[in-house]
């Protein structure tokens, strides 16, 4: 393998692993706001004790996050440095505005919020709470502001003096409208993961607590999470499906290539079925072999033009795309090599299919949750504890296959050119890695860095198995503190 596979290798490994943390973090920060809220209006022990519980799961999760995420900033400037040169003046910007305002906001009162239970007064801690929240949903907008430019490349122009892009219009950077469609879909996957989280660790509880002594209080707690959970999970996941299908309509305009791989669509198509199993060479070496074995006849014209049939339900097909791109951006390399524009059949098919199954999951969890426990029930049905245990990592691994899926499909370009925009303002992944670092230099970080996140995953693990199985503490009502000179102290 080249310094080029390799590099992508290592930045596919730990934008992986560091994404399975950020939608926990996300989610879980308001739910907790939430529940920090619920206390302060009712008084009720309850939410203090689930403030507490969830809580410091949260705590285990953000700080593994910010290590893993520190890795990323990194690697532009290090293996992708050809990347960095061409696209710093606008890359760079969503992510300044990241670190300068959102992360240092989420941090200093995410600060404030652990050591200020006996020093700031309930409504000014609550209102830590709410602005840690705020910051890490306000990061996820400028990180995806940034994504967003490299699928679809506004505000900006080529310098052929340079030989690179330069930002004119940051106002379009940060409201590119893939990223007002990408921001929301992102932030609800996060609540359907993060009230998964809730409701599958709550559910497990409230049935092992049920089957040993049905009278316990904790029963009653634990029960009132997974509602809140529960409801949590069908409004977000209802917010998935709408942005999600926004989200698509808009792809087939700016990357009709990407959703053609995604559906294994290889002739353009009048009507177009919605594949739900496709077999033969996914590799695209052989796309006559691809055949659609189960479909729905006219979904995809409907989901890609809000047309079933007609001459405007149709969709272009990878042959033909194929064709459109190496017209428009070029056919060969400069040693006469042909340029595939068509991304892996494989992944780009399964990512997509696996992002929505695996969500089926938390649905399937939040009917079985509300219907056990309506009309104020607890249940200590085993089946449904674990139902609760399976659900719990799918929706981590659904938001996986979805990044995945949209960062695998995009290629083999880094930053996508903007079909309706300039045609000079793109790259192939190709062209923005090092010259400088060698295969073997990326082969040793890439193992380093799998080794270490390798380690880190097994402590991630171990904490918070270790504090779930804690359950819920047991807690005081806060006091100020008497203003003597003491040390601060961890709240967790």
């Given at each position: 393998?080249?310094?080029?596979?390799?590099?992508?290798?290592?930045?596919?490994?730990?934008?992986?692993?560091?994404?399975?943390?950020?939608?926990?973090?996300?989610?879980?920060?308001?739910?907790?706001?939430?529940?920090?809220?619920a206390w302060h209006r009712t008084g009720n022990e309850k939410w203090l004790r689930l403030t507490k519980f969830y809580g410091k799961l949260l705590l285990?999760?953000?700080?593994?996050?910010?290590?893993?995420?520190?890795?990323?900033?990194?690697?532009?400037g290090m293996n992708w440095s050809e990347y960095s040169r061409f696209v710093g003046d606008i890359f760079g910007a969503p992510l300044a505005m990241e670190a300068l305002i959102a992360f240092f906001l989420e941090s200093?009162?995410?600060?404030?919020?652990?050591?200020?239970?006996?020093?700031?007064?309930?409504?000014?801690?609550?209102?830590?709470?709410?602005?840690?929240?705020?910051?890490?949903?306000?990061?996820?907008?400028?990180?995806?502001?940034?994504?967003?430019?490299?699928?679809?490349?506004?505000?900006?122009?080529?310098?052929?003096?340079?030989?690179?892009?330069?930002?004119?219009?940051?106002?379009?950077?940060?409201?590119?409208?893939?990223?007002?469609?990408?921001?929301?879909?992102?932030?609800?996957?996060?609540?359907?993961?993060?009230?998964?989280?809730?409701?599958?660790?709550?559910?497990?509880?409230?049935?092992?607590?049920?089957?040993?002594?049905?009278?316990?209080?904790?029963?009653?707690?634990?029960?009132?999470?997974?509602?809140?959970?529960?409801?949590?999970?069908?409004?977000?996941?209802?917010?998935?499906?709408?942005?999600?299908?926004?989200?698509?309509?808009?792809?087939?305009?700016?990357?009709?290539?990407?959703?053609?791989?995604?559906?294994?669509?290889?002739?353009?198509?009048?009507?177009?079925?919605?594949?739900?199993?496709?077999?033969?060479?996914?590799?695209?070496?052989?796309?006559?072999?691809?055949?659609?074995?189960?479909?729905?006849?006219?979904?995809?014209?409907?989901?890609?033009?809000?047309?079933?049939?007609?001459?405007?339900?149709?969709?272009?097909?990878?042959?033909?795309?194929?064709?459109?791109?190496?017209?428009?951006?070029?056919?060969?390399?400069?040693?006469?090599?042909?340029?595939?524009?068509?991304?892996?059949?494989?992944?780009?098919?399964?990512?997509?299919?696996?992002?929505?199954?695996?969500?089926?999951?938390?649905?399937?969890?939040?009917?079985?949750?509300?219907?056990?426990?309506?009309?104020?029930?607890?249940?200590?049905?085993?089946?449904?504890?674990?139902?609760?245990?399976?659900?719990?990592?799918?929706?981590?691994?659904?938001?996986?296959?979805?990044?995945?899926?949209?960062?695998?499909?995009?290629?083999?370009?880094?930053?996508?050119?903007?079909?309706?925009?300039?045609?000079?303002?793109?790259?192939?992944?190709?062209?923005?890695?090092?010259?400088?670092?060698?295969?073997?230099?990326?082969?040793?970080?890439?193992?380093?860095?799998?080794?270490?996140?390798?380690?880190?995953?097994?402590?991630?693990?171990?904490?918070?198995?270790?504090?779930?199985?804690?359950?819920?503490?047991?807690?005081?009502?806060?006091?100020?503190?008497?203003?003597?000179?003491?040390?601060?102290?961890?709240?967790?």
């Amino acid at each position: 393998m080249d310094a080029l596979e390799l590099a992508r290798w290592q930045f596919g490994i730990t934008t992986v692993y560091h994404f399975v943390l950020v939608p926990l973090t996300i989610g879980l920060s308001l739910l907790v706001a939430i529940m920090q809220t619920a206390w302060h209006r009712t008084g009720n022990e309850k939410w203090l004790r689930l403030t507490k519980f969830y809580g410091k799961l949260l705590l285990i999760n953000f700080a593994l996050g910010v290590a893993t995420g520190i890795v990323q900033e990194f690697q532009f400037g290090m293996n992708w440095s050809e990347y960095s040169r061409f696209v710093g003046d606008i890359f760079g910007a969503p992510l300044a505005m990241e670190a300068l305002i959102a992360f240092f906001l989420e941090s200093t009162f995410l600060g404030l919020w652990i050591f200020g239970w006996d020093r700031l007064s309930k409504r000014v801690h609550l209102a830590t709470a709410w602005a840690f929240s705020i910051g890490s949903i306000l990061s996820a907008y400028f990180i995806i502001a940034a994504n967003s430019w490299m699928q679809h490349p506004v505000g900006a122009e080529y310098n052929p003096e340079t030989g690179r892009a330069e930002m004119n219009d940051v106002v379009a950077v940060l409201t590119n409208s893939t990223t007002l469609v990408a921001f929301p879909h992102v932030i609800a996957t996060a609540f359907l993961v993060a009230g998964t989280f809730v409701t599958g660790i709550a559910a497990w509880w409230m049935v092992t607590k049920a089957r040993a002594n049905a009278q316990d209080p904790d029963v009653g707690t634990f029960r009132t999470a997974v509602r809140f959970g529960s409801v949590v999970m069908i409004l977000a996941g209802a917010l998935v499906i709408w942005t999600g299908d926004q989200q698509a309509k808009l792809m087939f305009e700016q990357q009709p290539i990407k959703m053609a791989a995604a559906e294994g669509l290889v002739r353009t198509t009048e009507s177009a079925p919605f594949s739900l199993l496709t077999i033969g060479n996914l590799g695209g070496d052989d796309l006559d072999s691809v055949r659609h074995l189960i479909e729905v006849p006219g979904m995809l014209s409907f989901m890609a033009t809000g047309h079933w049939d007609g001459e405007e339900s149709t969709v272009l097909g990878l042959a033909d795309l194929q064709e459109m791109y190496a017209e428009r951006y070029g056919a060969t390399l400069d040693d006469g090599t042909p340029i595939e524009y068509r991304p892996n059949l494989a992944i780009t098919y399964w990512g997509f299919r696996l992002m929505i199954g695996l969500a089926a999951f938390s649905a399937a969890l939040a009917l079985a949750s509300l219907w056990l426990t309506r009309k104020g029930r607890s249940t200590d049905k085993r089946w449904f504890g674990t139902l609760a245990l399976v659900a719990l990592p799918m929706p981590f691994l659904a938001a996986s296959f979805g990044w995945i899926f949209t960062e695998m499909g995009r290629q083999p370009f880094v930053v996508a050119p903007n079909p309706s925009g300039s045609d000079q303002v793109f790259l192939m992944t190709m062209f923005g890695v090092s010259d400088v670092v060698s295969a073997q230099a990326v082969l040793t970080s890439m193992t380093v860095f799998t080794v270490v996140y390798a380690v880190l995953a097994v402590f991630w693990f171990r904490l918070m198995r270790r504090y779930t199985l804690e359950g819920l503490p047991h807690v005081e009502e806060p006091t100020l503190h008497d203003g003597t000179d003491t040390p601060l102290s961890f709240a967790y």
